[in-house]
């Protein structure tokens, strides 16, 4: 890893059961020891999760670390946002993941927000400066954007609204990063663009959701990994080389962090902080 050391952060989505929470509680003990910048908290569709989202974030709030609730807008009103900011501020919370996010299967109705960029408009016209806001970026692009220039020009928007920095979906390949970031700062984009980062827990389960979203598993790694079958060690000994490769890669290339979706496990995304001098 280069000499700075490059802010690290990690999400997490809500437990589900009260033991899930306790068991949360470790993994952010054990994810603290390399002093991230923050921890975020995922939001269901639609604001499924929202008492789930307010809860872990107090949780996490309360064990002296800062967290970042995502904070989605379709499907809801002017004033639940309003209400919802207002409950976090109540908390102490200054940090926001502000997402569009999908409609709760279902739904026809979008609310009153179309786009995040006009969400963070309306949090910076409403409550001012002293939000840090973050929002999401594609490198491979938005999986529902036909094209590329349009979802571009889209993440422009949300960044000129008044966005602090952005978070990229998970990918495998750093050229897709670093082709995004030059195409984005030709359009006057100057804000942190922190890579995504997905350790490989479980492959079958990251394929799928690359599937979903339109991320490449580069043929080689697929190949290799679908060859391991049932080879536990083998995967996550594979997934822990590619993935660190790839961290070090962007941070030699400049990239001004790191923050790995952990999906609610500390040992990978630990390793690889580990082997990346942290």
């Known amino acids: 890893m280069s000499e700075r050391q490059a802010p690290i952060s990690f999400e997490f989505f809500p437990p589900n059961t009260p033991v899930g929470s306790e068991k949360l509680k470790t993994v952010v003990k054990d994810l603290s020891v390399v002093s991230p910048e923050f ?29 970042a609730p995502h904070l989605s807008c379709v499907g809801s009103t002017r004033e639940g946002i309003a209400e ?15 997402l569009r996010g999908d409609l709760p299967s279902g739904t026809a109705v979008a609310g009153e927000f179309r786009y995040a960029a006009e969400l963070v408009r309306f949090i910076r016209e409403t409550q001012g400066e002293d939000w840090h806001i973050e929002v999401a970026a594609y490198p491979e692009y938005h999986p529902q954007q036909r094209y ?36 984005v700062r030709k359009l006057g984009v100057t804000a942190p663009i922190v890579p995504g980062i997905m350790p490989i827990h479980n492959y079958a389960r990251i394929a799928q959701f690359a599937q979903r979203d339109g991320i490449e598993i580069p043929r080689w790694v697929a190949l290799k990994m679908e060859g391991f079958m049932d080879n536990a060690t083998a995967v996550r000994d594979f997934g822990l080389d590619v993935v660190t490769k790839l961290c070090e890669r962007l941070l030699a290339g400049g990239a001004p962090g790191i923050h790995f979706y952990t999906l609610n496990q500390s040992a990978l995304s630990l390793e690889v902080c580990r082997r990346l001098g942290r």
């Open 84 to 98: 919802i900011l207002q409950t976090y501020r109540a908390q102490g919370i200054r940090r926001l993941v502000a």
């Open 148 to 183: 590329a220039a349009r979802d571009l020009q889209h993440f422009a928007e949300k960044m000129k609204a008044g966005a602090n920095a952005a978070i990229t979906q998970f990918f495998f390949n750093p050229d897709a990063y670093f082709h995004f970031v030059d195409e």
């Open 39 to 67: 921890f975020s908290v995922t939001y269901g569709a639609g604001g499924a999760t929202r008492e789930k989202t307010l809860a872990t974030v107090q949780d996490i709030a309360a064990m002296g670390y800062e967290a």
